[in-house]
């Protein structure tokens, strides 16, 4: 599904990640851990093509990543980044965007089912997103990328700002996806959570792959 080739990334000669080769296969769930500055949130942006490797290539599919078009990518590999970011006004403006991109009609009731089960329930579509706090923000945005289901996942951190309760129901959403084929990998800082239902941890430390473990 996924293969990264001897992969590395410099900004200004200073090395990012360093010679990273990483094999992913369709439906795995994959935590990526290690700690503050390690490259963590690079070789996402890596994998979602966001940024390019300066040496070394990426594959999906067994292509190389510059076969497809960067709208194509985009759509197959979804990436929830560390901060966040909302579209125009209301919480219909960002729930739509996915379709919008994809030229598809909005399925409001698809919508409303993810904004019950992000715990976001008593708000309308209509509602403004401005007024929410912090994590409800962060909700929006994970229903938002929950839209459509993406062959690949990407979360950073996607449940910092939530609580026990809203964590657990988002997990239980991406999961889902994960026994429907979606592959995922997720940084987390939480053990816990990283030893529930994933496959795989890596260890990403000054940007290489430091260890790799099987869980389960
Ligand atoms: N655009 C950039 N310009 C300069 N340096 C950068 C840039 N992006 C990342 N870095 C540096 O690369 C290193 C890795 O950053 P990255 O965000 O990938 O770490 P991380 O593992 O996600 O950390 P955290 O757990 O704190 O989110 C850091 O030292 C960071 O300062
Ligand atoms: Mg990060």
Sequence with gaps: MLELKNISYEIDKHPIIRDLSMTVQKGEAIAVTGPSGSGKSTLLRLIADLISPTKGALYFDRQPYDVYTPEELRTRVS???????????????????????????????????????????????SDHVQRMSGGEKQRVTIARQLMYQPDVLLLDEATSALDHQNSMRVEQLIFDFVAKG??????????????RHFDRQVVIKDGILHKEVALT
């Design 79 to 125: 990436y929830l980044s560390q901060s966040i970011a909302l579209f125009g006004e209301t919480i219909a403006d960002n729930l739509s965007f996915p379709s919008t991109v994809r030229k598809d009609h909005f399925d409001k009731q698809r919508a409303q089912e993810l904004l019950e089960a992000v715990g976001l329930g008593h708000y309308q579509l």
């Design 182 to 195: 979606t592959t995922v990998l997720w940084i987390t800082h939480d053990d816990e959570q990283s030893h």
